[in-house]
């Protein structure tokens, strides 16, 4: 591997590592903060990605960089624990829990777009010629620190833009399909609860979401490029 595919992955993994860390993170808080300690007594109130990593070192550690290795490309899961019983008791809690994840990552979405209009605001990015998902901005300066900058924030943008949409996708197991019964009467949520701890349901949401998936990402992520940069008109 050569040294800059090797720094290109070391930033794709820092950066998934800490996105993945702070929506578990928001999950575990919510449901804290909402009646339900089972995730802060198992340390997931916490942006110490430790935790987060000992509960899922296959999706957090191995497959992302196997799949780097394979593609140039991270993909992986995390997951924090909650009471299952305390959510079937309080579906619109648990609604309220399952936002907080992706809640997360739009956060982060705006945090990286807020530093990147700082940039071209202050004359040290610009808006490159060709964007994708590694390239939403670019230096001005190809010597300068900016340009050190312009892979990480670049990332963190795009795979906190995915993770955000991607969840919020209504399939199970994604947190999209746990959001659902926050608008329903709690009878009719707690039956589609117990529909959702289906196995069967599961592996066929998953299935559906990388059917779908593909063909919301690439126009979102079109949208958000042309409101990162009014009048640039990406397509």
């Given at each position: 591997?050569?040294?800059?595919?090797?720094?290109?992955?070391?930033?794709?993994?820092?950066?998934?590592?800490?996105?993945?860390?702070?929506h578990e993170a928001?999950?575990?808080?919510?449901?804290?903060?909402?009646?339900?300690?089972?995730?802060?007594?198992?340390?997931?109130?916490?942006?110490?990605?430790?935790?987060?990593?000992?509960?899922?070192?296959?999706g957090?550690?191995?497959?992302?960089?196997?799949?780097?290795?394979?593609?140039?490309?991270?993909?992986g899961w995390?997951?924090?624990?909650?009471?299952?019983?305390?959510?079937?008791?309080?579906?619109?809690?648990?609604a309220l829990?399952?936002?907080?994840?992706?809640?997360?990552?739009?956060?982060?979405?705006?945090?990286?777009g807020?530093?990147?209009?700082?940039?071209v605001?202050?004359g040290?990015?610009?808006?490159?010629?060709?964007a994708?998902?590694?390239?939403?901005?670019?230096?001005?300066?190809?010597?300068?620190?900016?340009?050190?900058?312009v892979?990480?924030l670049?990332?963190?943008?795009?795979?906190?833009?995915?993770?955000?949409?991607?969840?919020?996708?209504?399939?199970?197991?994604?947190?999209g399909?746990?959001?659902?019964?926050?608008?329903?009467?709690?009878?009719?949520?707690?039956?589609?609860?117990?529909l959702?701890?289906?196995?069967?349901?599961?592996?066929?949401g998953?299935?559906?979401?990388?059917?779908?998936?593909?063909?919301?990402?690439?126009?979102?992520q079109?949208l958000?490029?042309?409101?990162?940069?009014?009048?640039?008109?990406y397509h």
């Open positions: 591997m050569n040294p800059q595919l090797l720094v290109e992955g070391l930033t794709w993994f820092v950066v998934f590592i800490f996105s993945t860390t702070l928001g999950h575990a808080l919510a449901a804290w903060k909402l009646g339900d300690s089972t995730a802060y007594e198992g340390g997931q109130v916490s942006l110490n990605p430790l935790p987060h990593i000992r509960r899922e070192p296959v957090m550690v191995l497959v992302p960089l196997i799949s780097f290795a394979m593609s140039h490309w991270m993909m995390a997951s924090a624990p909650y009471d299952p019983l305390w959510a079937h008791r309080y579906p619109k809690r648990a829990m399952a936002a907080a994840g992706p809640a997360a990552n739009l956060l982060l979405v705006l945090v990286a807020l530093l990147i209009r700082a940039g605001w202050s040290i990015f610009e808006a490159p010629d060709v994708n998902f590694t390239a939403v901005t670019a230096a001005v300066s190809a010597g300068s620190w900016a340009a050190a900058a892979t990480p670049s990332i963190l943008f795009s795979l906190n833009l995915l993770l955000f949409a991607f969840n919020l996708l209504p399939l199970p197991p994604l947190d399909s746990a959001i659902l019964p926050g608008v329903m009467s709690d009878d009719m949520a707690r039956g589609f609860h117990n959702l701890r289906q196995p069967m349901f599961s592996m066929i998953l299935l559906a979401a990388w059917r779908v998936f593909p063909l919301v990402s690439d126009p979102l079109t958000a490029l042309n409101l990162l940069y009014p009048g640039a008109g």
